[in-house]
């Protein structure tokens, strides 16, 4: 078949020397990669899709993932002296997804919760739960942002509850950013959550992109991810947002 009839075309092929702001491959610390074998396993994953570092971003979420810096460092400090790794030439910058609850609230002037955020700008990567908006959250968002960090939602296309392109209007000119879930481009997550994703980058809403990698499915997921080449150079203008967040 001719080239330019072809209308998608693979995921990967938007990202050049990427950096990955949002994934789970630290070992044995949330849902993500369970020892150093499978960590190293995601970190090759991620290299064959063109990333080439990444922030990782296990969760912090009380009742569940009880991080913090100590655990996250103590991560991190293994899998680096793993020589396996030290191989991969892949940096990796610890960082943390934060649940806003009221543990987050209750901490938020805590200096190890900055020692945990992405480097530049003081952005800060939080989530809600899919089901409900997280109670307090404008007294949240309100509490962060005067206390100088600048949050960054991750996958707000996966929150049942937010749907009215207007509402997100409204965040955005508060400054909130959005990152994308990458796998949203497909129907991994539902159909309605692709549609949303697809509309909302036409529209700009999304200011980065991230993997979300926890393991494998997602892996043989994204590696076979093919996108329609209209979206295709918004996808590559978020990539080439994420690698701002390196710290010069």
Request: glycine share 4%.
């Amino acid at each position: 078949m001719l080239s330019f009839l072809i209308k998608t075309i693979l995921f990967k092929e938007t990202i050049q020397n990427g950096l990955d702001i949002h994934n789970h491959i630290l070992p044995g610390i949330d849902d993500g990669a369970k020892n150093i074998d499978e960590s190293l396993i995601l970190i090759k994953g991620l290299q064959s899709l063109n990333i080439i570092s990444s922030y990782a971003t296990p969760h912090i979420m009380a009742g569940f993932y009880e991080n913090n810096q100590e655990s996250i460092w103590n991560s991190m400090q293994r899998l680096s002296q793993d020589s396996n790794y030290q191989d991969l030439n892949f940096p990796i910058y610890p960082s943390a997804e934060y649940m806003l609850d009221d543990n987050f609230l209750k901490n938020i002037h805590k200096t190890n919760l900055k020692s945990l955020m992405l480097k530049q700008h003081n952005y800060i990567l939080v989530e809600m739960s899919y089901a409900y908006e997280s109670p307090r959250f404008e007294d949240i968002l309100f509490k962060m942002q005067t206390s100088g960090l600048n949050p960054i939602m991750a996958h707000p296309e996966r929150y049942n509850y937010w749907n009215i392109d207007h509402d997100i209007e409204s965040l955005r000119s508060r400054n909130i950013h959005f990152q994308l879930n990458a796998l949203s481009l497909s129907d991994y997550y539902g159909s309605a959550v692709q549609k949303k994703a697809i509309r909302w980058l036409k529209k700009g809403y999304y200011s980065f992109i991230g993997t979300d990698l926890h393991h494998t499915k997602h892996l043989n997921a994204l590696q076979n991810l093919q996108i329609s080449k209209k979206i295709a150079p918004l996808v590559e203008e978020l990539w080439n947002n994420n690698k701002k967040l390196l710290a010069k």
